[in-house]
């Protein structure tokens, strides 16, 4: 009990000290929350999505899981796109992955850790296709930090193959999609430069509608 009374005793410091910086944060924030960005990315308790880009409550909304990933069978994860595309209408997701990332790790290794493993058997088939592209790592370090790189390149193309994002460009919503990496080693986050805002930009067997078609 002792740990968790600790918790509690943090959130009330946490709590006066954003209401002596400005009286009215609780108010506003209680009233609505409009957050333009949603953050798609991994459990690891080192990656706290509004510390590292320095946002406070509210401005970003956050959906986690173990290795960042976007399944198109996971409705808690489609659930949450869907919310903040057609409720909060977000302009940005980011799907942000980390270097050393243990679920990546454990996907690459010949290691039974349970029902895990049938989550993680979609990094396997990501590695399986692109495994010409690991030849020159040096190290397994190397080849979990390429495949997390692989990983969140792979998600975000997922986010933008569902049926939630591409109906949002046919209705003219502004949206992009970024591909994000951070690194627990320096706290910086680097731009994979996959970024997408079109449905032209979607391979075709993937578009949920003809571009000719489009708003």
Known sequence: MASTKKLFENNIEWAEKIKAEDPL???????????????????????????????LPGEI????????MVIHT??????VIQYAVAVLRVKHIIVCGHYG????????RPERHGLIDNWLRHIKDIYFR?????????????RIDLMCEYNVV????????TTIVQDAWKRGQELMVHGWIYSIRD???RDLEVSFD???????????YPTAGRR
């Open 130 to 142: 692109s495994q010409e592209e690991f030849t020159a790592c040096v190290d397994e370090a190397e």
């Open 187 to 189: 706290g910086v986050l």
């Open 154 to 161: 792979e998600q975000v193309a997922n986010v933008c193959h």
């Open 101 to 108: 990332c243990g679920g990546v790790a454990a996907a690459l």
């Open 25 to 55: 944060f609780f108010q506003r924030l209680a009233q609505q929350q409009s957050p333009e960005y949603l953050w798609i990315g991994c459990s690891d308790s080192r990656v706290p999505a509004n510390e590292i880009v320095g946002l």
């Open 61 to 68: 909304f956050v959906h986690r899981n173990v290795a960042n």
């Open 198 to 208: 079109a449905p032209e930009q979607v391979p075709e067997v993937y578009r949920q």
């Open 74 to 79: 996971d409705l808690n994860c489609l659930s």
